[in-house]
């Protein structure tokens, strides 16, 4: 992966890339096993992208491949949106106890709006983490992805490339989600087309995270 732009091209490079994406968006439609299934598969993809091959995974149940990432997600999902939760639970209570009342609908209102912009913010945050999390847990399974240091700092050792791998899995999950605006059918081959991106993304920013730094130059004299 020379270019992290490449990503969005990188699975049209695969001859059989339309079948392959259209049965395993097929496989995602069952609820659980198919989700599991998905992030084995796109454990699959990142490992053809890391190792320079311009091939999908063959569609399939990839259940041991995928168990680990998709606890991973699942986890740190549910962390990050835990000040979201408690905002959306004050400003219930407060909007049951005073339905009457026109300061505590203000307060449920406020606690309502912080709940949502928190939870944008934690899919940012959950954005941003998900190449080394994708990395750690690839090498190391479900113990790479709860080293939670280590994941941290592969993600800020070079924030600039996180940020950059991060824009692009953000904006994948936003073509996956497209998928339900199409009458949700389109989600079997936008959830595949966004973990095809994710993958290649992921690949190129293991690349680069771990280049050695290029030396100074020498000033002129």
């Known amino acids: 992966m020379n270019s992290v732009g490449d990503s969005f091209g990188w699975a049209f490079r695969d001859p059989q890339w339309l079948q392959k994406m259209l049965v395993q968006g097929l496989i995602v439609l069952i609820p659980i096993v198919g ?3 998905m992030t084995g598969w796109l454990m699959m993809a990142f490992e053809n992208a890391r190792e320079g091959k311009n091939e999908l995974p063959p569609a399939g149940f990839h259940l041991d491949r995928g168990i680990a990432i998709f606890v991973m997600f699942l986890v740190y999902s549910i962390v990050l949106d835990i000040p979201a939760f408690i905002l959306y639970g004050l400003g219930g209570g407060t909007s049951s106890a005073g339905s009457s009342n026109n300061a505590a609908a203000a307060a449920a209102s406020g606690f309502f709006s912080l709940g949502g912009l928190w939870g944008f913010v934690a899919r940012l945050i959950l954005a ?5 999390l994708i990395v750690n847990t690839y090498h190391r399974g479900f113990a790479g992805g709860f080293d939670i240091e280590r994941v941290w700092h592969m993600a800020t050792v070079n924030v600039s ?3 950059v791998a991060g824009l692009i899995v ?3 999950s936003l073509i996956g989600g497209f998928g339900f605006v199409i009458c949700c059918v389109g989600i079997i081959f936008t959830i595949p ?4 991106i994710t993958a290649a993304a992921v690949a190129w920013f293991e ?4 280049a ?4 100074p130059t020498a000033p002129a004299t």
Do not use: R
Request: proline share 12%; glycine share 0%; charged share 10%.
């Open 128 to 132: 941003f983490l998900t190449p080394s």
């Open 212 to 215: 050695p730094a290029t030396p």
């Open 207 to 210: 690349k680069v995270q771990s």
């Open 161 to 163: 490339n996180s940020v």
């Open 193 to 196: 087309f966004e973990n095809a």
């Open 35 to 37: 989700w599991i299934a």
């Open 170 to 172: 953000f904006v994948a």
